[in-house]
Structures are given as C-alpha cells and as structure tokens.
C-alpha cells in the first residue's frame, strides 16, 4: 500500500513526501484535511504507512488516527508543537 501523509502545511507535506521517496517509498498520497483523508480512506486505500500531523488548520486529526489504527495501519503522529497530549 501507499504511504499517506495527511498534513496541512505543503512545505512541510512536500518535504516528508521527498524523504520518503528518497528513502525507497514510491507511492507517496498527500491529503491535507481531515475531510479527504477520511474520503480517501472510505474509498478503500489502505496505506501501509501514515504521517499524520494532530493538528490540520485547527482541526485534530484524531477521527483519521482511529480509522488507521483498526486498518492496522503503522501511523506515526507528527506535531509542530514542543509538547503533545496523547490522543
């Protein structure tokens, strides 16, 4: 499966999705809200792999992390934050 990063700020999603590709990944999708990553998810993709910052333009990204988590999907969260709360 892809891997998915869901992260609002581009440069940011740019920069994941380049190191990701650098270090082997070539099915890379950026979604950058909770909205198209819970449709992308609907519509069947399983990623093997998630970036998933917790915080989309205000917005906490916990209804996407739960969808991954029964996936079964390795989802790693990512915040611009010095100290996170635990979703």
Do not use: H
Not at 18 to 36: F, H
Request: a negative charge; hydrophobic letters at 50%.
């Amino acid at each position: 499966g892809p891997v998915l990063i869901v992260e609002d700020e581009a440069l940011v999603a740019l920069d994941l999705a380049n190191m990701l590709r650098i270090l082997g990944y070539d099915r890379v999708e950026t979604v950058a809200s909770v909205s198209e990553a819970l449709a992308m998810l609907k519509k069947g993709v399983t990623p093997e792999l998630a970036i998933v910052d917790i915080n989309l333009a205000g917005e906490s990204s916990e209804p996407v992390v739960e969808v991954l988590r029964a996936l079964g999907t390795q989802t790693i969260l990512a915040s611009g934050y010095a100290q996170v709360d635990t979703l």
